[in-house]
T-cell receptor, first 115, second 113 residues
Protein backbone atom coordinates (compact mmCIF):
# COMPACT_ATOMS: atom_id res chain seq x y z
CA UNK A 1 0.00 0.00 0.00
CA UNK A 2 1.22 3.46 -0.76
CA UNK A 3 1.85 5.65 2.25
CA UNK A 4 0.48 9.05 3.09
CA UNK A 5 1.37 11.57 0.40
CA UNK A 6 1.62 15.30 0.89
CA UNK A 7 2.01 18.05 -1.66
CA UNK A 8 3.86 20.23 -2.10
CA UNK A 9 6.90 19.07 -0.16
CA UNK A 10 8.40 22.55 0.10
CA UNK A 11 6.82 25.97 -0.03
CA UNK A 12 8.07 29.51 0.43
CA UNK A 13 5.51 32.23 1.05
CA UNK A 14 5.52 35.87 2.11
CA UNK A 15 3.90 37.25 5.24
CA UNK A 16 0.24 38.06 4.67
CA UNK A 17 -0.24 35.50 1.93
CA UNK A 18 -2.30 32.35 2.26
CA UNK A 19 -1.34 28.76 1.55
CA UNK A 20 -3.10 25.47 0.88
CA UNK A 21 -1.49 22.13 1.64
CA UNK A 22 -2.78 18.80 0.39
CA UNK A 23 -2.79 15.30 1.86
CA UNK A 24 -3.82 11.93 0.45
CA UNK A 25 -4.26 9.27 3.14
CA UNK A 26 -3.38 5.60 2.91
CA UNK A 27 -5.96 3.79 0.80
CA UNK A 28 -8.84 2.65 3.00
CA UNK A 29 -8.03 5.01 5.86
CA UNK A 30 -10.98 7.13 6.81
CA UNK A 31 -9.61 9.84 9.03
CA UNK A 32 -6.96 12.46 8.47
CA UNK A 33 -5.31 14.65 11.06
CA UNK A 34 -2.83 17.50 10.78
CA UNK A 35 0.09 18.39 13.02
CA UNK A 36 2.54 21.28 13.08
CA UNK A 37 6.16 20.54 13.93
CA UNK A 38 8.57 23.28 15.01
CA UNK A 39 11.89 23.10 16.87
CA UNK A 40 10.50 25.14 19.75
CA UNK A 41 7.03 23.69 20.23
CA UNK A 42 7.54 20.19 18.89
CA UNK A 43 4.60 18.34 17.38
CA UNK A 44 1.26 20.00 17.96
CA UNK A 45 -2.19 18.85 16.90
CA UNK A 46 -4.10 21.10 14.51
CA UNK A 47 -7.29 19.23 13.63
CA UNK A 48 -8.77 15.91 12.58
CA UNK A 49 -11.33 15.05 9.92
CA UNK A 50 -13.54 12.02 9.45
CA UNK A 51 -16.19 11.61 6.78
CA UNK A 52 -15.73 15.21 5.66
CA UNK A 53 -16.45 16.51 9.18
CA UNK A 54 -14.01 18.11 11.60
CA UNK A 55 -14.05 15.85 14.61
CA UNK A 56 -11.47 17.55 16.80
CA UNK A 57 -9.52 20.79 16.81
CA UNK A 58 -6.34 21.87 18.55
CA UNK A 59 -5.46 25.20 20.06
CA UNK A 60 -4.60 27.17 16.94
CA UNK A 61 -6.06 30.47 15.68
CA UNK A 62 -8.86 30.57 13.17
CA UNK A 63 -6.35 31.36 10.40
CA UNK A 64 -5.76 27.63 10.31
CA UNK A 65 -8.53 25.68 8.67
CA UNK A 66 -9.01 22.44 6.85
CA UNK A 67 -11.43 20.24 5.04
CA UNK A 68 -11.83 16.67 3.90
CA UNK A 69 -13.27 15.48 0.66
CA UNK A 70 -15.48 12.46 -0.04
CA UNK A 71 -12.44 10.43 -1.14
CA UNK A 72 -10.81 11.12 2.28
CA UNK A 73 -8.22 13.48 0.78
CA UNK A 74 -7.70 16.53 2.93
CA UNK A 75 -6.46 20.07 2.59
CA UNK A 76 -5.40 22.58 5.17
CA UNK A 77 -5.31 26.30 4.64
CA UNK A 78 -3.43 28.99 6.48
CA UNK A 79 -4.49 32.55 5.80
CA UNK A 80 -2.62 35.78 6.53
CA UNK A 81 0.68 33.99 7.06
CA UNK A 82 2.96 35.05 9.88
CA UNK A 83 6.67 34.36 10.30
CA UNK A 84 5.85 32.02 13.18
CA UNK A 85 3.87 29.78 10.83
CA UNK A 86 7.14 28.50 9.37
CA UNK A 87 7.09 24.82 10.22
CA UNK A 88 6.83 21.28 8.96
CA UNK A 89 3.16 20.46 8.48
CA UNK A 90 2.44 16.79 8.85
CA UNK A 91 -0.61 14.88 7.77
CA UNK A 92 -1.48 11.57 9.41
CA UNK A 93 -4.05 9.02 8.38
CA UNK A 94 -5.76 6.41 10.51
CA UNK A 95 -7.75 3.26 9.78
CA UNK A 96 -10.06 4.56 12.52
CA UNK A 97 -11.52 1.17 13.34
CA UNK A 98 -10.74 -1.97 15.32
CA UNK A 99 -7.16 -2.38 16.45
CA UNK A 100 -6.18 0.52 14.26
CA UNK A 101 -8.51 2.97 15.93
CA UNK A 102 -5.77 5.05 17.51
CA UNK A 103 -2.97 4.41 15.02
CA UNK A 104 -1.66 7.40 13.10
CA UNK A 105 0.58 7.05 10.06
CA UNK A 106 2.38 10.20 9.07
CA UNK A 107 3.32 11.53 5.66
CA UNK A 108 6.67 13.17 4.84
CA UNK A 109 5.32 16.63 5.57
CA UNK A 110 5.27 19.98 3.80
CA UNK A 111 8.05 22.34 4.80
CA UNK A 112 6.56 25.85 4.85
CA UNK A 113 8.87 28.83 5.07
CA UNK A 114 7.33 32.27 5.58
CA UNK A 115 9.56 35.25 4.74
CA UNK B 1 -2.59 17.49 32.56
CA UNK B 2 -2.18 17.16 28.84
CA UNK B 3 1.62 17.07 28.91
CA UNK B 4 3.92 14.21 28.07
CA UNK B 5 7.43 14.73 29.44
CA UNK B 6 10.28 12.99 27.65
CA UNK B 7 13.89 12.51 28.68
CA UNK B 8 16.70 12.70 27.92
CA UNK B 9 16.75 15.36 25.22
CA UNK B 10 19.76 13.70 23.58
CA UNK B 11 21.51 10.39 23.96
CA UNK B 12 24.78 8.96 22.70
CA UNK B 13 25.15 5.19 22.78
CA UNK B 14 27.86 2.89 21.52
CA UNK B 15 27.04 0.37 18.83
CA UNK B 16 25.67 -2.75 20.47
CA UNK B 17 24.56 -0.93 23.59
CA UNK B 18 21.08 -0.38 25.00
CA UNK B 19 19.31 2.93 24.39
CA UNK B 20 16.68 3.91 26.95
CA UNK B 21 14.25 6.80 26.55
CA UNK B 22 11.72 7.66 29.22
CA UNK B 23 8.34 9.38 29.18
CA UNK B 24 5.89 10.42 31.86
CA UNK B 25 2.29 11.50 31.53
CA UNK B 26 -0.28 13.04 33.83
CA UNK B 27 -3.66 12.39 32.27
CA UNK B 28 -4.96 9.04 33.54
CA UNK B 29 -7.46 8.99 30.67
CA UNK B 30 -4.64 8.25 28.24
CA UNK B 31 -4.74 4.63 27.15
CA UNK B 32 -2.65 4.44 23.99
CA UNK B 33 1.08 5.07 24.03
CA UNK B 34 2.98 4.94 20.72
CA UNK B 35 6.60 5.64 19.92
CA UNK B 36 7.64 7.29 16.69
CA UNK B 37 11.01 7.39 14.93
CA UNK B 38 11.89 10.34 12.73
CA UNK B 39 14.83 10.71 10.38
CA UNK B 40 15.87 14.13 9.03
CA UNK B 41 13.62 15.23 6.19
CA UNK B 42 11.05 12.51 6.89
CA UNK B 43 7.78 12.28 8.75
CA UNK B 44 7.54 10.37 12.04
CA UNK B 45 7.17 6.60 11.55
CA UNK B 46 5.16 4.52 13.99
CA UNK B 47 7.63 2.19 15.71
CA UNK B 48 5.72 0.38 18.43
CA UNK B 49 2.74 1.10 20.66
CA UNK B 50 1.28 -0.20 23.91
CA UNK B 51 -1.97 -0.06 25.81
CA UNK B 52 -2.05 -0.02 29.64
CA UNK B 53 -3.41 -3.55 29.99
CA UNK B 54 0.11 -4.93 29.44
CA UNK B 55 3.36 -3.97 31.16
CA UNK B 56 5.70 -4.75 28.30
CA UNK B 57 5.63 -5.16 24.54
CA UNK B 58 8.51 -6.28 22.39
CA UNK B 59 8.98 -6.03 18.65
CA UNK B 60 12.38 -7.11 17.44
CA UNK B 61 15.03 -4.99 19.15
CA UNK B 62 12.45 -2.48 20.42
CA UNK B 63 10.66 -2.91 23.75
CA UNK B 64 8.15 -0.67 25.51
CA UNK B 65 7.96 -0.95 29.29
CA UNK B 66 4.84 0.51 30.89
CA UNK B 67 4.27 1.39 34.55
CA UNK B 68 0.67 2.40 35.02
CA UNK B 69 0.92 3.29 38.72
CA UNK B 70 3.90 5.58 38.09
CA UNK B 71 2.36 6.94 34.86
CA UNK B 72 5.60 6.27 33.04
CA UNK B 73 6.65 4.36 29.97
CA UNK B 74 9.95 3.81 28.27
CA UNK B 75 11.49 2.64 25.02
CA UNK B 76 14.43 0.26 25.10
CA UNK B 77 16.46 -0.29 21.95
CA UNK B 78 18.61 -3.39 22.33
CA UNK B 79 21.83 -3.88 20.35
CA UNK B 80 21.67 -0.29 19.11
CA UNK B 81 22.97 0.24 15.57
CA UNK B 82 24.18 3.36 13.72
CA UNK B 83 21.04 3.08 11.57
CA UNK B 84 18.98 3.69 14.71
CA UNK B 85 20.38 7.24 14.92
CA UNK B 86 17.23 9.37 14.70
CA UNK B 87 14.85 11.43 16.81
CA UNK B 88 12.39 9.43 18.89
CA UNK B 89 9.07 10.76 20.11
CA UNK B 90 6.79 9.25 22.68
CA UNK B 91 3.12 10.14 22.53
CA UNK B 92 -0.13 9.47 24.34
CA UNK B 93 -3.79 9.66 23.52
CA UNK B 94 -7.12 8.48 24.76
CA UNK B 95 -7.08 5.80 22.13
CA UNK B 96 -10.51 6.67 20.85
CA UNK B 97 -11.53 7.85 17.45
CA UNK B 98 -10.85 11.49 16.89
CA UNK B 99 -8.52 12.11 19.82
CA UNK B 100 -5.23 13.93 19.38
CA UNK B 101 -1.81 12.48 19.96
CA UNK B 102 0.06 14.44 22.63
CA UNK B 103 3.77 14.22 21.89
CA UNK B 104 6.86 14.46 24.03
CA UNK B 105 9.57 16.90 22.94
CA UNK B 106 11.72 14.18 21.39
CA UNK B 107 15.06 12.50 22.03
CA UNK B 108 17.89 12.69 19.53
CA UNK B 109 19.74 9.38 19.56
CA UNK B 110 23.23 9.01 18.13
CA UNK B 111 24.71 5.54 17.94
CA UNK B 112 28.46 5.65 17.50
CA UNK B 113 30.30 2.93 15.65
Amino acid sequence: KAGVTQTPRYLIKTRGQQVTLSCSPISGHRSVSWYQQTPGQGLQFLFEYFSETQRNKGNFPGRFSGRQFSNSRSEMNVSTLELGDSALYLCASSPDLGQGLAQRYFGPGTRLTVT
Amino acid sequence: QQQVKQSPQSLIVQKGGISIINCAYENTAFDYFPWYQQFPGKGPALLIAIRPDVSEKKEGRFTISFNKSAKQFSLHIMDSQPGDSATYFCAASKGQAGTALIFGKGTTLSVSS
